[in-house]
């Protein structure tokens, strides 16, 4: 037995959002090994498990009757290359940032757009990840996961994965695998993904014509640095909501109602809404009840400034859902995971 359970454990240090929220069991997986120790201790003390990585998706509205297992696995590695390509596979538990680094610092481009987000590699896959015009399944080359029932192991090819925007179907079928490493396959050459939002012009202000992957992670790094809010000084956990997809006719009819309207056809016909602009014109950024609030520069964000709990976020949350249905005819969905 290597794995070490602690009972009746604070889960504040544990989740970004830094509510209060105690586990009844808690323990850290270093191996697969200890991952097969967890299951087979949860099972026998019939508690259900939750696994968790960096806890910078997790909003928790209270007390966790689980053992609750944080991914501490590490190693990353270039598993196969050519003179064009490389797949690098990453263990579960390794923080994604610093992998991201990792893989420009041996050369390789396909991740730079993905700087600075917080959290684990085992957890990037759980909601596709993206941002700046990249998401993972744009370089995913497969992934590694325990059924939590069976205990096989399953390889799994991107087309498995089912993903789209921020969903997959480790989020459709919760509970049901356990991700244990990931590969991407990244390219030798740079093609750069540079029309998104300010990066270009960041990248002109930082003197730099010729940009290579490193100067695009270090553009998009200083653009979220100053955008978002740090969850060591403020707790939240990003974009609280996901940016709707609604039917062209609604967006037609909300761009003659509101002329700046941010809005983004997408190549099935449906039209991306900004959420933040939403929640921003019906009036909520810089919103405070309590400790629960919506961030002053971004109103996509939700914040907890001390000590607010998980319901209380969650009530604003739904505040503001039923505010922005009742305005714009537009549903929200949340996009941290609630337990
Ligand atoms: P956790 O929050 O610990 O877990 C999230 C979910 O994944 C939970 O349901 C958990 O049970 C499950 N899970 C975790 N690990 C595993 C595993 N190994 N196997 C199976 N299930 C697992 N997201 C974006 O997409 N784009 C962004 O640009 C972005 N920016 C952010 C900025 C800030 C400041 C913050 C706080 C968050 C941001 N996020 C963003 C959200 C978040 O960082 C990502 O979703 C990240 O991938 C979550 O990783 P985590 O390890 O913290 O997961
Ligand atoms: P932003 O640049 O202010 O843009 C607002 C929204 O418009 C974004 O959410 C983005 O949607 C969309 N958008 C912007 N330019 C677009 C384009 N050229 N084509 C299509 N859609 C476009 O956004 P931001 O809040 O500063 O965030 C920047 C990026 O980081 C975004 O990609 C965002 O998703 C990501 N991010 C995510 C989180 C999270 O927790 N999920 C937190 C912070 C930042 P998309 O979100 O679909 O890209």
């Known amino acids: 037995m290597s794995l070490s359970v602690l009972a009746n454990v604070s889960l504040k240090p544990y989740n970004s959002f830094g509510v209060e929220a105690r586990a009844e069991a808690f323990a850290e997986a270093h191996d697969d090994n200890d991952v097969r120790e967890a299951l087979a201790l949860a099972r ?137 490493r990931v590969r991407f396959r990244l390219a030798y050459s740079a093609d750069l993904k ?15 014509s010729k940009p290579s992957p490193l100067d695009v992670s270090r553009a998009i790094s200083s653009i979220r640095a100053e955008k978002l809010p740090d969850p060591a000084v403020l707790g939240n956990a990003g974009s609280f909501f996901k940016n709707p997809l609604v039917c062209a006719e609604l967006a037609k009819q909300l761009r003659e109602a509101y002329t700046d309207l941010v809005a983004y056809p997408q190549p099935d016909g449906k039209v991306k809404l900004a959420a933040g602009w939403l929640i921003e014109r019906a009036g909520w950024k810089g919103f405070r009840d309590g400790d629960a609030g919506v961030h002053a520069l971004q109103a996509l964000v939700l914040v907890n400034h001390g000590h607010a709990t998980g319901l209380q976020l969650l009530d604003l949350a739904q505040r503001i859902q039923a505010d922005i249905a009742n305005r714009f005819g537009v549903e929200l969905e949340m996009e941290p995971n609630r337990y």
């Open 194 to 208: 540079l029309d998104y939002g300010p990066v270009r012009q960041r990248l002109e202000q930082m003197g730099v």
């Open 44 to 180: 026998q003390r019939e508690l259900p498990l939750l696994v968790i990585g960096g806890g910078s998706n997790l909003l928790l509205t209270g007390d966790i009757h689980a053992l609750v297992v944080r991914m501490a696995s590490r190693g990353k590695r270039i598993s196969s290359e050519d003179c064009q390509h490389a797949v690098v596979e990453a263990e579960a538990g390794e923080p994604w940032h610093p992998f991201v680094q990792w893989t420009l610092e041996n050369g390789l481009c396909g991740l730079q757009n993905l700087s600075l987000i917080p959290g684990t590699v085992g957890a990037a896959p759980m909601q596709n990840i993206g941002a700046y015009g990249v998401e993972i399944k744009d370089v995913f080359s497969g992934l590694t996961a325990l059924h939590r029932e069976t205990g096989e192991l399953h390889e799994f090819s991107g087309e498995e994965c089912a993903f789209g925007y921020r969903d997959s179907i480790f989020k459709q079928q919760p509970g049901r695998w356990l991700i244990l």
